[in-house]
């Protein structure tokens, strides 16, 4: 039976700790070790969580040294165990995102990580009304989920999956990829990092609440999230560096993410991106700037004219960008397919008898049929 541990990093959250603490025993497949890293806080949390009677919570404190710090110390602790949940000490699990979320895993072995839905809620653990900003945020950055875009690109527009509460993985996969040093945007980089080498899945369940309060990343004000947000996609590239040469899918979905990107809504200026890699190439010597030209030119697709799928549409009133081109061209055939369906409906739609009949009662013309009322 594969071991299952849930790492809580704990900071000033007595008013919410009991919660999450309860919401773990509560699973419905059993959690093998609560692992709770307490980051220097000065509240009651540390008494509110001993005052559990439970052998399987692990307490373990430290001086306060960041979320990423308590994370990956946390995950260490795990000793033993097969896989990790994350959860933040004021957010809250559904009592089956434990067995949901590994079942998953255990029958997808070329999946290391997943995430879910999540419901918002408030200080007071009530649901959020839908015209609050942040529940209108990522309302709104959830619908990304429904469009053609690939999971990396998705995440290039939004960070939806919202916190590294929505995680759970196996420990290996985390071991190897601990979190790094960002104030907010660790998560963010995590998740990049793991769907830009596709060990990434979502689940569309709703197995987390996610608290909004003054003191979380939601909170913050956008100097500090665009600042970090600019630092971490620079690290993101040098750290995926050494691999480009070496691996095409990684460069095509580094390049989809870039082009989702422009569009981005999580703080990440795209175009202020541009001008701080001007700064940086701005430093390389000429010599430096050739060796770095002459690397890329070994790459197979720079020996290809860009966007070759434009050349040859079919449909000469699409209008096609050229950041939709490649996705245009694996699509294509189904597009055909798609209006041949459709052509084919509406001929049925023509020729049906009830609108014949509608017409010749003079209630509505049949192209105002389906039309909502003014």
Known sequence: ???????????????????????VLAQTQRVDKIVIVDDGSTDDSVEIVRAFAESRIELYRQPNAGAHVALNRGIENAAG?????????????????????????????????????????????????????????????????????????????????????????????????PFR????????????????????????????????????????????????????????????APELAGSPNLRRALAAYHRAAWGNVSSFRADVF???????????????????IDAVMKFSEASEFPNQALVNLDDSQTQLGARLAEKYSRLQGELRQAKAELSALRKGWRESPWLRLGRKLGIKSAREIGRPSS
């Open 181 to 240: 040093r960002y104030r907010y945007a660790h998560d963010y980089f995590f998740l990049l990092d793991c769907a830009l080498h596709d060990r990434l899945a979502l689940l569309d369940d709703e197995l987390l609440s996610y608290r909004v309060h003054s003191a979380n990343t939601i909170s913050a004000p956008p100097e500090k999230l665009v600042r970090e947000l600019l630092e971490m996609n620079m690290d993101l590239l040098t750290a995926l």
């Open 274 to 292: 541009v001008s701080l890699i001007a700064y940086a190439l701005a430093e390389c010597s000429p010599d430096q700037m050739q060796s770095h």
């Open 1 to 23: 039976m594969k071991q299952i541990a849930v790492v809580i990093p704990l900071y000033n959250h007595a008013a919410y700790i009991g919660d999450a603490i309860r919401s």
């Open 81 to 177: 165990c097969d896989y990790v949940a994350i959860l933040n000490s004021d957010d809250v699990f559904a009592r089956e995102r434990i067995s949901k979320c590994v079942a998953f895993l255990d029958e997808t072995p070329a999946i290391d990580v997943v995430a879910t839905r999540l419901k918002l809620i408030d200080s007071t653990g009530s649901g959020m009304a839908p015209s609050d900003p942040a529940a209108k945020w990522f309302a709104a950055a959830w619908s990304i989920r429904a469009s053609q875009l690939d999971l990396v690109e998705q995440l290039g527009v939004a960070n939806f999956v919202g916190s590294t509460s929505n995680l759970i993985g196996r420990r290996t996969y985390f071991l190897k990829h």
